[in-house]
Structure formats: C-alpha cells, structure tokens
C-alpha cells in the first residue's frame, strides 16, 4: 500500500516550530520571503522522498481554492 | 581546410578504417546534388514501386539505407537538392549510433565527431556546479556525439547513394498524393515538369511542416511554446574546453538561458533564449548578434559567424503514425523542443522500428498489422519523449512567477546540496525508448534483475569472437537472433538441433552461444556469422563474454536465452532454450501468431 500522509499531529513542540518558522522570514522583503519558501518546500520534499506523500500533500495544500486566473505568459 | 579543422579540433582519433574510402574534403554545408531524369517520368501509366520514401533528411536517408540493405528497393524524393542548411541537430546519441553501426555508416560519424563528459551549469554570476557523466564501462559508443547535421546527412546519403536498390531523386517535390486501394498515388514536381509514380507504401519522412501530412487532411496536435531562439555557430581557435556550458540568467544575457558547445571542426554552437517578442530577423543581423557573443566570449574573442537562426518550437505529435499506406516517421510525426537533443534521434529510431516490418509485410512473412505496432510503439516513445522535453523546457524558460521562483530555489541549492542537482534540468539527454507495453513481447514466465525486460532495446558489452576484441550490439540486429548463454561452447545436441530448426523457419532466427570468457571453442564455430543482410540462413555464431558484463547485463545463467528482433530489442527470454517457445514468440513478435 502507499505511504499516506501524516496530517495528524506530529510536532512535538508546535508553538517552537511555529515560532522558528516565522522567524526564518524576519526582515525579509516578500520576493526574499518567497525564495526562502521554495528552498524550504524543496528541503523538505527531498527529506520526505515518496512522491505519493508528497502529491498527496500538494492536492492538500490546494483544495479548496479557487483558480483567479492564468498567469501572464501562460501560452494556449 | 576542412582537413586542418579536423586536426585542430582534436577529433581526429585514428580508427582502423580505410579512410581513403572517404573525400576528407567534401565541403557538405555547400554541395549540390544533381538531379537527374528518371525513366519514371517517361512512361505514360505512372511506375509502380513498393516503398516510396518522402524527404532524404536523416531520418529518410537511414531508412532507404536499411531497407536496401534487406534487399527492398527504395525510391527517395527530396525537394531540395542541398543536405541541412546550418548545424540543426548536433547531439547524437547512443543508440542512433548503434543503429547507424548495423547499417555500416556509424564509425564514420563517430570518427568525425566530438564527444564531451563535462557538462558545466551557472546561475548569474557564479558556477552551481560541474558534473561529469563518466559513462558506464563496457559499451562500444559513447553516450553522445556531437556532429553537424551536414555531416550526418551526407555520410547517410553517400552510403545510400552507394545501394543499388536505393533510387536517390533530388528535386523531386511531392505535390499531390492519392490514397487508393491497393496503392498510393504521387504527383511528383520536377525542374521538368511534374510526373507521377505508385507506391505499395508511402513513408513520410518529409519534416515538421509535412506536406504530406496537410495532403492527407492530417494534424500534429500539442503544446506550441511562446518563445525564440537564436542559434549561433561560431568558428574560433580559442581554448574553449570541450564542456556543455549552460547558463541560467547570466549577466551577459539577463533573465534568459544560454547554452554553449563545441562541434567539429572548431565550430560552437551557442544558443540564446530571447523571449517571445524578439524580431526575429532583427536579432539574426550580424549587427545584433556579434555584440551578445562579445558579451559571452569576451570584447576581444576573435570569431568567425558561420550560421545564424532564429527557432521556435512546439511539443507535438501525430494522433496516429500510420495511415493505411502512408505512413509518418521523424518530425513529420512527432515534435519536440531541442532540449534534450530527442528530434533526429528519435527519428531515427522510428525507422529502426519500421523497417523490419515492412520488409516482411512486403515479403507476404507477416500481415500488414505489423505496421500498426510501429505506430503503437513509436507513438508511446514520442509521448516520453515530449514528456521529457517538455519538462525541461518548463524548468529552463520558467512559465510564471512561481514557476520562477522555485526554478531559481533549485539553482541555489543546487551549489550546497547534491539532492537539488538531480532537480536541475537543463536537457535530460536523450535515451531509447524501453517498448515495455508492446503487444510483440512474450511476457516473461520466470524472474529476472536487471533492464533487459522485453522491449529494452539490447545492452552493449565487449565480446571475443574467433579472438578477436569485438562488441555484442555489433554481432546482433538485421534479422531475428536467439541468444543463447551457455557455459559450454558445444551446445548439448538438443539446443543445436532446436537451433538449427529455428534458423530454417520463414523468417530465419540467427543464433548466438555466449560463451565464459576462455571457454574452448571448436574450430570453425565461430565462422559464419548470421548475415544482417537477412537474405542469407543464418548459422550459429559463438560469442565469448570477455568480461562478464553480458551474463550480468541480461541476468544470465547456464542456460538462459533471449530472442532479439532486427531492431535489437528484447522481445522474449526464458531460463532455458524451447524451440517451440521460441517461435510462438516470433509468430507474435511478427503478427503471425
Ligand atoms: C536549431 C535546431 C537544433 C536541433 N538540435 C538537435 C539535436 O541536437 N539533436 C537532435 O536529435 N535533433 C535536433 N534537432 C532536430 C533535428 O534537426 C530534426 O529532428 C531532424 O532534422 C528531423 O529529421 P527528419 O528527417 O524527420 O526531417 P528533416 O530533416 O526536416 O527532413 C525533411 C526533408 O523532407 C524534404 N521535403 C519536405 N517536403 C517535401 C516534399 N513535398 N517533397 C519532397 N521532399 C520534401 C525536405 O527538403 C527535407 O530534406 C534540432 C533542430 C533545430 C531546428
């Protein structure tokens, strides 16, 4: 069976986590901030490897929300 | 001069090929081939012919080639009298080569091309970082060469030239064709006057833009990408090493990619991501375009601008190769981005895959539904093919902010982590297609490791053959073969009987014993070699596994055997040789099951 994504709780100190996490971003401008996302996003997706996990973990992220648009430059 | 540039380059490795056989000068980039009258154009009803071959690019030249070579006269019409204008394609991989080898013209490629292992990339100002393919051991080609398309089709043309079954017609233009019954109808436009001939199968090998195609209603669907190209081949002396250079927004192009690397005769091939809104015959003025390559080589590089071009691409494919009679092969089939250097290479291995089948279905060995595993076969291969194209392309000209901003994530990581750098993808070069869903395989019955499952084309690996240093792929493909593993060079008196039987069929299956490495050889056994040509019976060949790799390449025992088709893929294997399994697995691998 594939693995399943663990959406229980699993941190063990979730306040210190939260709290480092918005750190991580202190005096950044927005495009800095975005960056340092992206590099997290990619750190963390390499540690966790399974790509079932992580698709499950992308559909997560994105349910709900309502495309507003294509981007400038999308081509047809 | 082009002998001086050969030397320069370095390329000039001595192989022990006569090559006196070769006019070292002919200037290809210029040659005009002539046209000449054929006696088709004089006689009133219009000829007929089996295999007309429509467009004499590479992908049309290597299949008149390998058709004549099985003995199927051939009629190629090129509307052009001139081989490919400027370099185009220049990596060539693998197994285009190895396909180029069963048909005699790859040394010659391989002796006149470049290779390189380092490949190096760059994210603005700073090197991310280097990497060298160090190409497993054991295989007789490289992973790639790089060549001029020029030199490509014109060593292809001078060896089909050379076939007395292949009719060469330059300047022929296709303007019409009819599909009827039992035949294809062309009209064929020439310097005097149009003409018109039959075919029993037409193959359209006529390009991206096809004309064939739009005759017959037809339409290559997909992803058309909003973005230029402009492709620079330089001529210089200067010490470049012979690396791949590539360049995420440099600051001597910002916000775009560049790509550098070397070709023969001390030509480079450098390539700029201009955007969507570039004119594009404003940027390809010598005016515009020496500036950017000062901005890359250097205010004082000194240069010669050989050939300019401005490109765009698309990421498509014909819904269906074949059309009755007609059937569509190279990029006038399939399309993709240059990224990953898959547009002539898998051209060619479409025709690897087609003419085989088409020289049994018009030799009555097997039914037309042969042909319909070519689309079905080739169809998928260009999917992965324009899957990996596509995804490169994503990665190289990023589509929107996001899409952006974690392309440049990747590039920064990539400097510090070693996981980031398998995420970069500038290019996956291209790999043969693995045919793992073909209705021809046999499914295995018994377990096996390793890549060599039905539909894998043929691993490489050294061989000794009558002691003499040899390569496996070069000892197999033209007709069937059964490979058989055995640690004994006598084969028990049962498997050469089932062997003899099998080489008698129809269609012939040629035999190869691999032997262990030293294992004794009965005199005489190792002469006569199955003949590629496919019209002579094959005989059982001895080959000995030098160094092993082969038995660990294809998961050997004592005992176990692989059938091969032409194309040298995989297409059934068993623990131990059963004549009769065997050719229920030919019947199948041919339609005739
Ligand atoms: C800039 C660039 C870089 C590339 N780099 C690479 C690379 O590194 N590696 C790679 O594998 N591929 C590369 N390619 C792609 C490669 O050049 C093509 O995939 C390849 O040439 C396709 O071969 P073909 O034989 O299918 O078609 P073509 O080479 O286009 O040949 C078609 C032929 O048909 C003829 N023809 C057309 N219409 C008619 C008609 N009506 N009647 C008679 N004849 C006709 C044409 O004159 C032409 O000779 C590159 C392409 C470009 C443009």
């Known amino acids: 069976m594939a693995a399943m994504l663990n959406t229980e709780a699993n941190i063990a100190a979730p306040d210190a986590f939260y709290e480092a996490l918005i750190d991580t971003h202190r005096d950044l401008a927005p495009e800095q901030s975005e960056l340092v996302n992206a590099k997290l996003i990619l750190l963390l997706a390499n540690h966790i490897g399974d790509l079932d996990v992580l698709r499950q973990a992308m559909a997560h992220a994105r349910a709900g929300i309502v495309p507003q648009g294509v981007a400038p430059g999308e081509e047809s | 001069m082009r002998r001086a540039g050969r030397a320069e380059s370095g390329s000039g490795r001595a192989f022990g090929i006569a090559r006196a ?22 006689v009133a009803p219009p000829a007929h012919h089996r295999v007309v071959v429509v467009g004499a690019g590479p992908v049309g030249l290597t299949l008149a080639i390998d058709l004549a070579r099985q003995g199927v006269p051939v009629v190629v019409l090129d509307d052009d009298c001139r081989l490919s204008v400027g370099s185009r394609a220049i990596c060539f991989a693998k197994r285009t080569l190895e396909i180029w080898d069963r048909l005699g013209v790859g040394q010659r490629m391989v002796d006149k091309g470049v290779s390189w292992n380092v490949g190096k990339v760059y994210f603005q100002d700073g090197l991310v970082y280097a990497f060298d393919l160090l190409p497993e051991s054991g295989h007789h080609r490289p992973a790639f060469i790089n060549l001029q398309q020029y030199y490509c089709e014109g060593y292809l043309h001078e060896a089909a030239a050379a076939l007395p079954d292949v009719d060469m017609r330059w300047k022929n233009r296709v303007v019409a064709a009819e599909k009827r ?41 997909g992803r058309v990408f909003r973005d230029r190209f402009l492709i620079a081949d330089v001529r210089m002396s200067a010490g470049f090493p012979a690396e791949r250079w590539f360049w995420f927004d440099p600051p001597f192009h910002r916000n775009q990619s560049v790509l550098l690397h070397m070709q023969p005769d001390n030509v480079w091939r450098i390539d700029f991501q201009l955007g969507w809104d570039a004119d594009p015959e404003e940027a390809k003025k010598p005016g515009n375009v020496v500036p950017r390559i000062k901005a890359l080589l250097g205010e004082d590089a000194r240069f010669e601008l050989e ?54 279905v018009l030799a009555g060995k097997a039914p037309e ?65 693995t045919l793992s869903q073909s209705a021809l395989n046999t499914p295995d019955r018994d377990a096996y490791t390793g890549a060599m499952a039905p539909g894998a084309p043929a691993a490489d690996a050294p061989v000794r053959v009558d002691g003499r240093d040899d390569w496996f792929v070069q000892r197999i493909g033209g007709g069937f073969t059964v490979m058989v593993f055995s640690d004994d060079a006598t084969p028990a008196p049962g498997v050469a009987a089932g062997l003899r039987a099998l080489a008698q069929g129809p269609i012939p299956i040629a035999s190869i014993v691999v032997v262990p490495a030293g294992a004794p050889q009965r005199a005489g056994e190792a002469e006569g070699l199955p003949q590629r040509t496919g019209v002579d019976v094959p005989r059982i060949a001895v080959v000995e596994d030098a160094q092993g790799m082969l038995a660990r390449r294809y998961d050997a025992r004592d005992g176990t055997c692989y059938l091969l088709r032409p194309d040298q893929h995989v297409c059934a294997r068993w623990r131990s040789l059963d004549a009769i399994a065997v050719a229920a697995a030919l019947a199948r691998a041919t339609c005739n099951a």
């Open chain 2, 21 to 42: 056989a070769y006019d070292v000068d002919v200037d290809y980039r210029h040659l005009e081939l002539p046209y000449v009258r054929s006696a088709d154009q004089d």
């Open chain 2, 181 to 221: 019954p039992d035949h294809v109808l062309l009209t064929v436009e020439t310097p005097e006057g149009p003409y018109r001939l039959q075919a029993d199968y037409v193959v359209a090998c006529d390009g991206s833009r096809s004309p064939l195609r739009a005759m017959l209603g037809l339409e290559s669907r």
């Open chain 2, 307 to 360: 050939w300019v071009s401005v490109y765009t691409f698309a990421c498509q494919r014909m819904e269906r190769f074949r059309h009755g009679r007609v059937i569509f092969a190279g990029d006038a089939a399939h399309g993709v981005s240059p990224f990953g250097a898959r547009g002539a290479n898998s051209g060619v291995q479409d025709v690897d895959n087609l003419g085989w089948k088409l020289a049994l």
């Open chain 2, 369 to 433: 539904r042969l042909l319909d595993s070519y689309g079905a076969e080739r169809e998928s291969a260009a999917d992965e093919n324009i899957l990996n194209s596509t995804r490169s392309t994503d990665f190289i000209t990023p589509k929107s902010a996001v899409s952006r901003t974690f392309r440049d994530a990747v590039l920064r990581l990539a400097s510090d982590h070693p996981f980031a750098r398998r995420l970069v993808n500038s290019g996956r070069l291209s790999v043969p297609a």
